[in-house]
């Protein structure tokens, strides 16, 4: 990178100025490497993003720092995950031994299937281009569809192994996200339910 720009103070990525960045690369004739993500915490003196290819200006950092908001807490406006992390919070402390609500759980994965049937992954390159030969743009990483099909799943899945509506639920959940989601996500939700089946023979010997 011919320019890093560092974190000044620790707080979690909020937002990002994406189509202000990928105007800046475009004047610049250079290509923005982001390394982290929306809603990732990043810690004092540590690399926001780089800069590959022109050499920039001095007063340039100023600029880059005003496309990235930071903050003391994630928010949804770019970070779908953060919602779905927040239901599952809901869904695992109803779960707990001391709560014993499994009803709530349930209730939780009904809005957990509609936000996993809304959410779309970011757009694939056009003309099958890979983002290896870019040079002038803005990369960043973000999350697959099965990172969030995980995320939703995962915890609820071990916490509620022992309640037979929340394993029901999470089944049905399941077999309808496996018909309505695109044919490259059906591997994602055949894991998941492979995991469920195990969860379930462990449970209930």
Do not use: K
Not at 90 to 113: C, F, H, K, M
Request: hydrophobic share 45%.
């Amino acid at each position: 990178p011919t320019f890093v720009l560092r974190s000044t103070r620790s707080g979690t990525i909020q937002a990002v100025d994406t189509a202000g960045l990928a105007a800046f690369a475009r004047r610049h004739s250079c290509l923005v490497v982001f390394r982290h993500s929306v809603g990732d915490f990043v810690p004092v003196g540590a690399a926001i993003l780089e800069v590959h290819g022109s050499t920039l200006p001095g007063a340039v950092s100023q600029r880059l720092s005003g496309m990235v908001a930071f903050g003391a807490e994630r928010t949804i406006e770019q970070d779908p995950a953060f919602a779905i992390r927040v239901m599952v919070d809901i869904a695992i402390r109803a779960l707990s031994p001391a709560v014993n609500d499994p009803t709530t759980a349930v209730q939780v994965l009904d809005y957990l299937e509609e936000s996993l049937r809304v959410v779309r992954p970011p757009p694939r390159p056009a003309n099958g281009a890979s983002t290896d030969l870019l040079v002038t743009g803005v990369v960043m990483p973000v999350r697959a569809w099965p990172d969030f099909l995980a995320l939703g799943v995962t915890e609820i899945r071990e916490y509620g192994a022992t309640s037979i509506q929340v394993t029901r639920r999470l089944r049905a959940l399941l077999e309808e996200l496996g018909d309505l989601v695109l044919p490259e996500h059906r591997a994602a939700v055949d894991d998941e339910l492979r995991r469920l089946e195990a969860t379930v023979a462990a449970a209930y010997a």
